[in-house]
């Protein structure tokens, strides 16, 4: 399987910014990625870690995974993807990671208060910020809804759909840039167009290509909050 890489959300961010950077991670700020339409100011300054690879180890931490439970799943993963035909070749990491959290959970779950949630949120691979996340007191009575098992299952697909969405942004953005440089072979040039006295005076340079297009992580969703890395 190719690998789908999401290193370059830097490369067509116009207010991409220069940072210290974890290894398997690139930085892009936040206002690259966040809706203007809210009317908050986000500043360039503030800038989010996305894995530089879709199907990684790195992005399976983002999606709430600690790091060791994340290198586990990977490695599953990518035996399976060394030999066609094998169950799971083909898939996404993240199919591997939500078998693993489901397998786990038939050990041991937790949806009621007695149980020991922390416990069981570690044993489904939970990283110690996203335990913290969904056991915060302020989601107390929404957490109680639903089992260990949901939030967890719950965080990842959320993190997961947001990396897609900005993968398939990064490459439709990087579509548009080949499209501007290198011009459809159908489009024919049209005659130049003489200096006539008076047509310089109504003269419009071309917008400028706006990159900022690919929508905020999700704070929250229908039925519940967004407890991923970045929400949380």
Not at 87 to 111: C, H, P, Q, S
Not at 191 to 212: D, M
Not at 221 to 228: A, I, W
Request: with cysteine; proline share 5%.
């Amino acid at each position: 399987m190719a690998l789908r890489t999401l290193s370059t959300a830097a490369e067509v961010s116009a207010t991409a910014r220069d940072v210290s950077r974890k290894r398997g991670f690139t930085s892009i700020s936040r206002s690259s990625y966040s809706s203007s339409s809210s009317g908050s100011s986000i500043s360039d300054e503030e800038a989010v870690d996305i894995p530089e690879v879709l199907n990684s180890r790195e992005t399976l931490e983002f999606c709430g995974l600690s790091a060791e439970i994340s290198s586990c799943i990977y490695d599953s993963w990518e035996q399976q993807q060394q030999i066609p035909g094998e169950l799971g070749y083909g898939n996404d990491v993240i199919t591997e990671a939500k078998y693993f959290v489901t397998k786990m959970a038939e050990r041991e779950d937790a949806w009621l208060p007695e149980h020991d949630w922390r416990r069981a949120l570690a044993n489904m691979g939970a990283s110690r910020r996203l335990c913290d996340a969904i056991l915060d007191e302020s989601f107390t009575n929404l957490r109680k809804t639903q089992s260990a098992s949901y939030w967890v299952l719950n965080t990842i697909e959320i993190a997961w759909e947001f990396l897609e969405g900005l993968d398939k942004r990064i490459r439709k953005k990087q579509k548009e840039v080949r499209d501007l440089v290198t011009p459809s072979p159908s489009i024919q040039p049209r005659p130049a167009i003489r200096y006539q006295p008076g047509l310089l005076g109504t003269y419009q340079e071309p917008s400028i290509l706006r990159t900022a297009t690919v929508t905020s992580v999700p704070s929250s969703v229908e039925g519940g909050p967004c407890f991923s890395r970045e929400a949380a």
